[in-house]
């Protein structure tokens, strides 16, 4: 595995779990904590599922909603699996780490939803509405399963 990915993956993660607090305050779900050990131990067989958005944007807001919520809740007790959000600070300076995370996955749209494993994007859905939610659970899920 990449070291640099690895590296990079694990500042994202631990900024992620830094916003747990405040993500709690706003939600009801909450992520499961993804520790720096994962990344440390070179832990390939982990698959993510990250929803790449913003605040300001109301698409980002329904799919974490709809999505990224229900997809926590289902994979809460899966060690293979760590569902994350990255916060991509629309037009105010995103952080390197993200800037490097969006040119890696070649985020271009937002909300864009991805299931990784091993570094490569396995599936990728930009935009979202309200009217995709069945269908996109369902991708997510169906990505997975295969990777597993």
Excluded: R
Excluded at 70 to 94: N, S
Aim: include cysteine; glycine fraction near 4%.
């Amino acid at each position: 595995m990449n070291k640099k990915i690895v590296s990079l993956l694990a500042v994202l993660f631990l900024s992620v779990v830094a916003g747990y607090a405040w993500e709690k305050s706003k939600a009801a779900t909450v992520v499961a904590p993804i520790t720096s050990q994962d990344y440390a131990a070179g832990d390939s067989e982990t698959i993510y599922v990250m929803l790449a958005g913003f605040d300001e944007c109301n698409p980002c807001k329904i799919a974490e909603k709809l999505v990224w919520g229900p997809l926590t809740d289902f994979y809460a007790k899966d060690e293979h699996v760590k569902v994350v959000k990255l916060d991509v600070v629309k037009d105010k300076g995103t952080t390197p780490v993200e800037k490097q995370l969006a040119t890696l996955f070649q985020l271009q749209k937002y909300p864009t939803m991805l299931v990784i494993y091993h570094q490569d994007v396995f599936w990728k859905k930009e935009g979202f509405s309200s009217a995709q939610k069945d269908q996109v659970l369902s991708d997510v899920k169906e990505a997975v399963q295969k990777l597993k």
